[in-house]
């Protein structure tokens, strides 16, 4: 309401400003806990659906099917693993020979230069 030329005042906000910003909280128009539930059965529903039109065999040869399927995934990973702990070996071993060959052409080089330096203090 406007006396005068002014905005009457309540509070820290005049009643004009209230008015207009609708301050007070509103419902949001859109509900996502009902709309996130209603997704999840949905989505649910849709994959027992397709999961029982697809499935070619009862549950019993399914699982025997998946049982076989992961056994031999774990033998493949053990056969990989050691193939891996082999190479890692094998790579190991020569970073030891290229260790010790690159010392000891580090340590004649520091022997030649102090014999350099014993040749030319004696001189």
């Known amino acids: 309401m406007i006396e005068n030329g002014r905005s009457r005042e309540m509070g820290l ?3 004009e ?8 909280a509103r ?3 859109v509900r996502w ?7 999840l059965f949905f989505g649910i529903l849709l994959g027992v659906a397709i999961g029982c039109l697809i499935a070619p065999a009862s ?5 025997s099917r998946v049982r076989r399927r992961v056994d031999d995934i774990k033998g493949n990973l053990r056969e990989t ?3 891996l ?10 970073a030891e020979k290229q260790v010790r060959t690159v010392k000891k052409v580090v340590s004649k080089r520091f022997q030649k230069s102090d014999n350099e330096e014993d040749v030319k203090g004696t001189d």
């Open 59 to 63: 549950g019993r040869v399914t699982r």
């Open 17 to 24: 400003d209230l008015r207009r910003r609708q301050f007070l």
């Open 81 to 83: 693993a050691s193939e």
């Open 85 to 94: 702990e082999s190479t890692g070996q094998d790579l190991l071993d020569e």
């Open 27 to 29: 419902r949001p128009s």
């Open 33 to 39: 806990g009902r709309l996130l539930g209603t997704g």
């Open 13 to 15: 906000f005049n009643l």
